[in-house]
């Protein structure tokens, strides 16, 4: 029987329903490999474990032939593999909990797969966005928020964050596949909006003169 995890969610991605004029642009979740390599560092931990494995061969060299050797770096492969299945359960898990929004009001973000949340980052309150692209066309896109108060919890929010950028954070949607093509999406929607000129009603008092605000 299948199960989903967030049915709850009356529309998906969203902890609740659009309200009037509001609507998806786009949806998206993080590729796992993609994010087991730029969040979990894959590479660099395979790169840890051949670095082991070589020196390991090295040193057994020195009084065994190499098809012993080679033996002898046979555990470092293993522990390679294992830790390689682990951090690609480990995104797979992630990117699998998680969904990208975007409207033509505002960056959704529900994130987290053990304690589930949506960030909501209107786009009055992003002041400028930064793609880092991949020739794949994998790619993350972050966002500076406006000083108003608008912050955000590296530590609650990682790996949907910008690296190493702590004070402010900034919310970033990460691995994402075809990322220019998003990052298209948002700058018009965002310039649509910000640029709406808005209403404001005045209340007259009832001689005719424009009440005091």
Not at 56 to 71: I, K, M
Not at 105 to 122: D, E, F, H, K
Request: one cysteine or more; hydrophobic letters at 50%; aromatic letters at 8%.
């Amino acid at each position: 029987m299948h199960h989903d995890d967030f049915k709850f969610e009356p529309v998906r991605g969203l902890p609740e329903a659009l309200p009037a004029g509001e609507h998806i642009l786009w949806q998206g979740s993080p590729d796992p490999l993609r994010l087991a390599r730029d969040a979990w560092k894959l590479d660099w931990i395979l790169g840890y474990f051949a670095l082991l494995a070589v020196w390991r061969v090295l040193a057994s060299l020195a009084d065994f032939t190499l098809a012993q050797a080679l033996v002898h770096a046979l555990p470092m492969a293993v522990l390679a593999v294992l830790a390689a299945a682990i951090v690609t359960a480990m995104a797979w898990v992630q990117a699998r909990a998680t969904v990208y929004t975007l409207t033509n009001r505002r960056v959704a973000m529900r994130i987290g797969a053990a304690l589930t949340m949506t960030l909501n980052l209107p786009y009055v309150c992003i002041t400028n966005a930064h793609l880092a692209l991949r020739r794949s066309g994998h790619g993350n896109i972050a966002f500076d928020l406006s000083g108003d108060g608008t912050r955000i919890s590296y530590l609650m929010s990682w790996p949907h964050v910008r690296p190493w950028r702590f004070t402010p954070a900034q919310p970033c949607l990460r691995a994402i596949p075809d990322a220019a093509r998003v990052a298209s999406i948002f700058a018009r929607a965002a310039e649509t909006r910000v640029a709406e000129p808005r209403i404001t009603r005045i209340e007259t008092a009832p001689d005719g003169a424009i009440a005091a605000e």
